[in-house]
């Protein structure tokens, strides 16, 4: 089994409660050579060098179009676009491991909150150079994306039953499905510019409302074993 994968890098993404969580451990329990993998934790010392070094890379970009003092970039942001700048090195030495490495709450989850949802500034043309280099990046370091959707009312059933808290979690319904049609269409966006830089890059789309887990975890193992 093992000659037969190919490392790549792998991204599950689609709104909340389409399953993510749950591909990603059944994936897991299909498979010894598959790994979860996630991005470098700010709270860690041994990040640090990490946060150090692509931090100030960051900061040296934005001296090229500085923020004015009413712009401003929060501790989170900064922090994630520090991610989204060195982490594809970091997965690259990952790969010698000859897993395949999957990833929930990847860079495109990063790169739709803080484009959609972040400081009005990065929306700018001004950061344009900016949005350019990391698509061009990760279009490069992603093999593969695994966008996972539902009904609505399955996923609105799914956030508020689970323990886990959402912003949307306590709102109408009417507000949870406008939030939900806001999120695919930011997702969509961050998907078209990343194709746009790389026109062969794959993007297989399941619907968790009709296809259970386990089923979608077998079609992609058949997927990574099929590339020799």
């Known amino acids: 089994m093992k000659n037969n994968l190919i490392p790549r890098i792998v991204e599950i993404v689609g709104p909340a409660g389409a399953g993510k969580t749950t591909l990603c451990q059944a994936l897991n329990h299909s498979s010894a050579f598959i790994q979860l993998s996630n991005f470098p934790n700010i709270r860690q010392i041994s990040a640090a060098p990490f946060f150090f070094g ?20 929060n501790r989170r942001e900064f922090a994630w676009l520090s991610i989204l700048n060195g982490w594809p090195a970091v997965l690259e030495k990952e790969l010698r491991s000859n897993k395949i490495i999957i990833l929930d709450q990847g860079p495109i ?5 803080i484009r959609e949802f972040g400081s009005d ?3 700018q043309g001004k950061a344009d ?7 061009s990046r990760w279009s490069d370091t992603l093999n593969l994306i695994v966008w996972l959707d539902a009904e609505d009312t399955d996923l609105l059933k799914r956030i508020r039953s689970r323990d886990k808290d959402h912003i949307i979690k306590n709102e109408s319904m009417e507000s949870t499905f406008e939030f939900l049609a806001r999120y695919r269409s930011a997702y969509e966006v961050t998907l078209s510019s990343l194709e746009k830089v790389h026109a062969g ?21 058949l997927e990574f074993t099929s590339n020799r």
């Open 121 to 123: 500034y990065l929306r």
């Open 201 to 221: 890059l794959k993007i297989l789309r399941f619907n968790t409302s009709s296809t259970p887990p386990q089923e979608i975890a077998d079609q992609l193992l």
């Open 54 to 73: 692509n931090g100030f890379q960051v900061f040296a970009r934005f001296l090229s179009f500085p923020l004015t003092s009413t712009q401003k970039i």
């Open 129 to 135: 150079i900016l949005w350019q280099d990391l698509y």
């Open 109 to 113: 989850y990063l790169l739709t909150e």
